[in-house]
């Protein structure tokens, strides 16, 4: 174990000399300096464990030595006394007021010096024990902060990878029933893009803006599950086919259900639910107003607002005008009133982003998809 060191300064020879060898013969390593240039010379290299400080020196004085050494970062926590002759209250008061810890009274009294020494050199190697263990402890917090950061960073990657493979699963999908029905593309792209308007009026915040947005294009993927005379027909369907094509929600959603993906678990409940009516006179559940999942209630205006306006097998698009008409026809019945409400105050973005398909073509909720994995057409 290392042994503590003392620093003694003092002018006098006898004195410094004295001081030193019965600290030495104490166990404890000395330094000396016969002034205070000195002193603070070979305080500040070798950090000394105490300093025995005379206070009278010619040049600078004790009380000049104490408050530079108390100023300095490196030597502030070490324990001073101040060792002086003088006996005046005043001369006391002025050494606390420059930093000294303990006073001894020259003649110095070596038992006394004894005590003093060893009880300041045990405060200072507490201070000491609580300063390293505050570092140990900040160093930790700092490592802990970090590898928090790295933690936090790897969630990240994992919430984007997941992200992106749940908007390849959309691609996917989308592009497979695009080869079941060539007007399939265009549809989904201006009704993903109407309902992420609708859900931003609305209020929902962002991350639910883009869920709706990259699940809408699901709600009618269950039509793979339908034969292709009944899905192509151009006339109306009997009653037996459309029973058939009623299960395309159901088949939608098993073919989505099961996932922990935040888009495609909303895209679930769009697939099931988009042909439910506020009336109560949808399917396949028939459920009845707020029973109707939000995101489900969105979509179905979107989805009967395009469809109206874009050519089927069985008939031509209306106008939009028309179109406009038969959602305000609906409200209350087919459509959520507040839903249908937001739709119709919208007129002019929604047809801006019809206008923005016919002139530009693939949308860039469809952009980003390929992008995402490097596809191409």
Not at 63 to 77: I, N, Y
Not at 123 to 133: E, G, P, T
Not at 149 to 157: D, I, S, V, Y
Not at 308 to 316: F, N
């Amino acid at each position: 174990m290392k042994r503590p060191l003392i620093l003694c300064v003092d002018d006098d020879p006898t004195i410094l000399e004295l001081l030193g060898d019965y600290l030495e013969a104490l166990g404890y390593g000395v330094l000396k300096a016969d002034n205070g240039e000195e002193g603070l010379v070979l305080a500040r290299e070798h950090l000394p464990d105490l300093i025995l400080l005379d206070v009278m020196m010619p040049g600078v004085s004790g009380f000049e030595v104490c408050r530079e050494l108390k100023r300095d970062q490196s030597t502030r926590d070490i324990p001073v006394v101040m060792v002086t002759a003088l006996g005046e209250i005043e001369d006391r008061i002025q050494a606390l007021e420059a930093g000294a810890d303990d006073f001894l009274t020259k003649p110095v009294a070596l038992p006394e010096l004894k005590a003093r020494v060893k009880s300041l050199l045990e405060v200072k190697a507490y201070r000491d024990h609580l300063k390293q263990h505050k570092e140990a402890l900040e160093r930790e917090v700092a490592l802990k902060t970090q590898e928090l950061q790295k933690t936090l960073e790897a969630l990240r990657r994992a919430h984007q990878r997941i992200k992106e493979l749940s908007l390849e699963v959309i691609l996917r999908l989308s592009r497979a029933a695009e080869y079941r029905d060539e007007h399939t593309g265009e549809h989904i792209q201006h009704m993903a893009h109407y309902s992420a308007l609708l859900a931003r009026k609305l209020g929902l915040n962002e991350e639910a803006v883009e869920s709706i947005l990259y699940a809408a294009p699901l709600h009618d993927i269950g039509k793979i599950g339908i034969p292709d005379q009944i899905l192509l027909k151009p006339g109306p369907l009997d009653e037996r086919e459309w029973e058939i094509m009623k299960k395309h929600t159901e088949i939608g959603a098993e073919i989505l259900r099961g996932t922990k993906t935040g888009f495609v678990k909303v895209g679930e409940i769009v697939a099931l639910y988009h042909h439910e009516r506020w009336d109560g006179k949808g399917y396949p559940r028939g459920l009845k107003g707020t029973e109707i999942p939000l995101a489900a209630r969105i979509v179905a205006v979107a989805d009967v607002f395009d469809a109206l306006t874009s050519h089927r097998p069985y008939r031509k698009a209306l106008s939009p005008e028309e179109a406009f008409r038969i959602i305000e026809e609906g409200l209350g019945t087919q459509f959520d009133p507040r839903v249908g409400e937001v739709f119709l105050e919208s007129r002019e973005e929604i047809l801006r982003i019809k206008e923005t398909f016919r002139e530009h073509g693939e949308s860039k909720l469809y952009q980003l998809l390929k992008s995402l994995r490097g596809d191409r057409d």
